[in-house]
């Protein structure tokens, strides 16, 4: 059974950091792109980072491109999301998922985690 668990998140003031945590259960992310999404109430879940299966390639979205870095320690079955720099219009619930394929947005599983939240004020 596929279990994303994802943690770390909690309230951080304005230009600070942060880093998130997921960890996957049910299936190996060393066989799969891998992603990180957030979404804020009333909008949709958007992708902000992926990450190809060895690490080699890299996507960040522009709103996070270079504030945000996503890694991801295949032997631990985990991924992860620095968050530096951080603004208010970060604040959103952030899950991750494993991609259909690294240059789509497209999530693997349909079954999705609780999410960790971020909320970013002074």
């Known amino acids: 059974q596929v279990q994303l668990v994802e943690s770390g998140g909690g309230v951080v003031q304005p230009g600070g950091s942060l880093k998130l945590s997921c960890k996957a259960s049910g299936f190996s992310i060393k066989n799969f792109a891998m992603a990180w999404y957030r979404r804020t109430p009333g909008n949709e879940r958007e992708l902000i980072a992926r990450m190809a299966f060895d690490g080699g390639d890299t996507f960040h979205a522009d709103s996070v491109q270079g504030r945000f870095v996503i890694s991801r320690d295949n032997a631990r079955n985990m991924m992860f999301l620095q968050l530096n720099k951080v603004k208010p219009e970060d604040t959103a619930k952030y899950y991750c998922?494993?991609?259909?394929?690294?240059?789509?947005?497209?999530?693997?599983?349909?079954?999705w985690g609780q999410g960790t939240q971020v909320t970013v004020s002074s």
């Open positions: 998922n494993a991609l259909t394929d690294y240059h789509s947005s497209v999530p693997r599983f349909p079954s």
